[in-house]
Nanobody, 121 residues
Framework: QVQLLESGGGLVQAGGSLRLSCAAS????????MGWYRQAPGNERELVAS???????NSADSVKGRFTISRDNAKNTVYLQMNSLKPEDTAVYYC???????????????WGQGTQVTVSS
């Protein structure tokens, strides 16, 4: 069983910063891509940023230049550094990972429980 545990959410004023962390635990062979998604009330869940096991990254245009995704493969952890936060960044942020349970298996997709980020104006 693979679990993704997020931390680091909270309330911050516009222009402030937060750092989200997501640690994967359980028995597995390898983690492939990891990423962060967000969902605001009334909106669909959207990709914020993703990172491959080799460190290649991708991010939404709305966060480019403000958010940085990184990972520590030794700790099975992905981070999202969020700077210059705006009220429109307010959402529940979810961690996502493609995990291979065994060396011979294909990757399965897992989600964290979500962490609330609220940016006040």
């Amino acid at each position: 069983q693979v679990q993704l545990l997020e931390s680091g959410g909270g309330l911050v004023q516009a222009g402030g910063s937060l750092r989200l962390s997501c640690a994967a635990s359980g028995m597995f062979f390898r983690i492939n891509d990891m990423g962060w998604y967000r969902q605001a009330p009334g909106n669909e869940r959207e990709l914020v940023a993703s990172i491959t096991s080799g460190g290649s990254t991708n991010s939404a245009d709305s966060v480019k230049g403000r958010f940085t995704i990184s990972r520590d493969n030794a700790k099975n952890t992905v981070y999202l550094q969020m700077n210059s936060l705006k009220p429109e960044d307010t959402a529940v942020y979810y961690c996502n990972a493609d995990v291979r349970l065994y060396s011979y298996s294909t990757a399965r997709n897992y989600w964290g429980q979500g962490t609330q980020v609220t940016v006040s104006s």
